[in-house]
């Protein structure tokens, strides 16, 4: 039986039966001591409100735009990958580039995730120099790193202004190139570019 109701009926029973004024007090006493514990026990079972706050305050909204089906924002739990938001999103769009985002990466509140298309990466590349330069059935025509100008050095595939300035400062502080090779000591000059302009250079 609930502890209050117990001590209500006890303290009702003992003032209709003629009790003293001592035991009325007594089982006022005692029945306000049970209320204080039993509101006690009630607020420690009773889940912490702030806690309750504070996890709802784990979500985090990000912004996807781009080539995707459906561009919004969307809100998701704290540590989602992005490729949980393109999924959301109704996934990739059929012109979407799909490396121009990594779909690993963990989001994070209030981020935006532009997906370009495959002509936007494509044009990107350009303006970077990535996809300038001569073709093999183009010309036969090679650049000499030694007396090319940064006009020349930019026509070679993977070489923009940036590093054809670099070729240039290079060569005038070494004194010129002993090797086709020798161009991977530029930085951002590695195997990979390499590969794509040995063809078409020259230091003779």
């Known amino acids: 039986m609930n502890k209050r109701i117990y001590l209500g009926l006890c303290l009702f029973l003992c003032m209709g039966s003629g009790c003293g004024e001592a035991s009325r007090s007594y ?25 309750t706050e504070l996890t709802a305050d784990s979500d985090c909204y990000v912004y996807i735009c781009g ?11 704290a540590g989602s990958r992005i490729y949980e938001v393109v999924s959301l999103a109704g996934g990739l769009a059929e012109e979407a580039c799909e490396d121009s985002i990594n779909q690993a990466e963990e989001v994070t509140d209030g981020q935006m995730i532009k997906v370009i298309t495959k002509e936007e990466a494509k044009e990107q590349r350009a ?11 183009e010309s036969d025509h090679k650049v000499n790193l030694n007396t090319a100008d940064a006009g020349e050095l930019m026509t070679l595939p993977g070489i923009g202004e940036s590093k054809a300035m670099q070729i240039l ?36």
């Open 169 to 204: 400062s290079y060569r005038e502080e070494k004194g010129g190139f002993s090797s086709e090779e020798e161009i991977m000591n530029i930085t951002g000059i590695k195997e990979g570019v390499y590969s794509k302009i040995k063809d078409y250079i020259t230091v003779n």
């Open 67 to 77: 080539a995707v089906v459906h561009p919004g924002v969307y809100k998701l739990p």
């Open 27 to 51: 089982f006022e006493e005692a029945s306000e001591a049970a209320l204080e514990t039993e509101l006690k026990e009630e607020e420690t079972e009773r889940p912490d409100v702030r806690e």
């Open 127 to 137: 303006a970077s120099g990535e996809e300038t330069g001569i073709k093999p059935q």
